[in-house]
C-alpha cells in the first residue's frame, strides 16, 4: 500500500471539505492539525479548491493534503500542481486511475459493486473509496461484498457520522472513513474554527477508542 494512504489508515477519518472562498483555507488547516486530524479532502468542485490546496500545503507541510471529487484528467493536473498529495474520485474512471498511477499519484476511486472492485484490483488497486456508502447499504454491503476480496481496504463516504463511525471503524476492512461533520460548511463560512477544532478533537478520539 502507498505510504500515503497508510497514513489514512493512521488518521482514521479523513475530513471532507467544501471551501468556497480560500481566505478560510489557512484557518482549518490550523483547526485540523489542532484537532488531531491532520488531513484534508478538499472537493475540486468550487472555484476556491485549487488556491485553498496550495495555500494549505505550503503553510502546513506536515498537513495531508488532497483533492477530491476529480473527474479528469485536467482536474488531477491543476490538484497536483497546486500541491495535492492524494487524488479521490467519487467513481471508477480507468483513464484517471491510470493517468495518476503514471505520475506516481496515490489515488482512491469510488466503487459500489463487486465488478468495479475487480476492475480496481485489474488496475492495482489495493484501496478504493465505497461511495455513497450509508445509500449504498452502509457496513453489511461492505461485509457481504468484500469477503471475496481479501487484500482490499475501503474508504467509505457519504452518510458517515459521529453516530456510526465506530462500527465502520471496527471493521478490518475499512482503511479510513472519510466524514464532513465535523468540517460541516456553514460552520466554516460562519468562521466556527474553534468548533471545529473540538470535533476534530472528538473524533480523533472515536479513532483512538474504536482501534483500542
Do not use: H
Amino acid at each position: 500500500m502507498n505510504a500515503i494512504l497508510e497514513q489514512f489508515g493512521e488518521i482514521g477519518i479523513i475530513p471532507v471539505v467544501v471551501l468556497n472562498d480560500a481566505k478560510d483555507a489557512l484557518p482549518l488547516g490550523k483547526a485540523l492539525i489542532e484537532g488531531g486530524l491532520p488531513c484534508a479532502e478538499v472537493t475540486f468542485r468550487t472555484d476556491a479548491a485549487e488556491e485553498s490546496i496550495r495555500l494549505m500545503s505550503e503553510a502546513y507541510p506536515d498537513l495531508l493534503v488532497g483533492a477530491g471529487t476529480v473527474l479528469t484528467t485536467e482536474q488531477v493536473d491543476r490538484a497536483v500542481a497546486a500541491g495535492a498529495k492524494f487524488i479521490v474520485s467519487p467513481g471508477l474512471n480507468p483513464k484517471t486511475v491510470t493517468y495518476c498511477q503514471e505520475k506516481g499519484i496515490p489515488v482512491c476511486p469510488g466503487v459500489v459493486t463487486p465488478s468495479e472492485i475487480e476492475k480496481a484490483l485489474e488496475l492495482g488497486l489495493d484501496v478504493v473509496k465505497f461511495f455513497p456508502a450509508e445509500p449504498s447499504g452502509g457496513l453489511s454491503m461492505i461485509k457481504a461484498m468484500c469477503a471475496a476480496y481479501t487484500k482490499l481496504k475501503v474508504m467509505p463516504t457519504g452518510g458517515i457520522s459521529a453516530k456510526n463511525v465506530v462500527d465502520y471503524l471496527k471493521c478490518d476492512k475499512i482503511l479510513a472513513c472519510g466524514g464532513s461533520w465535523m468540517v460541516k460548511g456553514d460552520m466554516i463560512e460562519a468562521g466556527e474554527f474553534d468548533k471545529i477544532t473540538e470535533l476534530c478533537k472528538e473524533a480523533a478520539e472515536i479513532v483512538k477508542a474504536a482501534r483500542v
